[in-house]
């Protein structure tokens, strides 16, 4: 099991930044993909950001150029520094842990952040 744990959601004007933290309960040497995805209300779940453990990342089309993901092996934390913030932007993100033990592939959600833009 992995807890996963986030910080860093605020309220923001457009155009602001915020930079979202979240801290694995066990070394990133275990653990494979880690996420962020976001939730808006009356909305699905969706992608922000993925990055793997060899450090590859990948972005949904709404946060290019405006988002980046990052993770820091010595602290266990994988960020999301997010830039030119929009009112769209708006919804509780979550952190996501892909793992494998003995060859079974396991998910892990953090308690998610709100995050709010206002216009």
């Known amino acids: 099991q992995v807890q996963l744990v986030e910080s860093g959601g605020a309220l923001v004007q457009t155009g602001g930044s915020l930079r979202l933290s979240c801290t694995a309960s066990?070394?990133?040497?275990?653990?494979?993909?880690m996420a962020w995805y976001r939730q808006a209300p009356g909305k699905q779940r969706e992608l922000v950001a993925h990055?793997?453990?060899?450090?590859?990342?990948h972005y949904a089309d709404s946060g290019k150029g405006r988002f980046t993901i990052s993770r820091d092996y010595a602290k266990n934390t994988v960020y999301l520094q997010m830039n030119s913030l929009k009112p769209e932007d708006t919804a509780v993100y979550y952190c996501?842990?892909?793992?494998?033990?003995?060859?079974?592939?396991?998910?892990?959600w953090g308690q998610g952040t709100q995050v709010t833009v206002s216009s």
């Open positions: 990055i793997t453990s060899d450090g590859r990342s």
């Open positions: 996501y842990a892909a793992t494998q033990d003995m060859g079974v592939s396991f998910e892990h």
């Open positions: 066990r070394s990133f040497f275990s653990i494979n993909a």
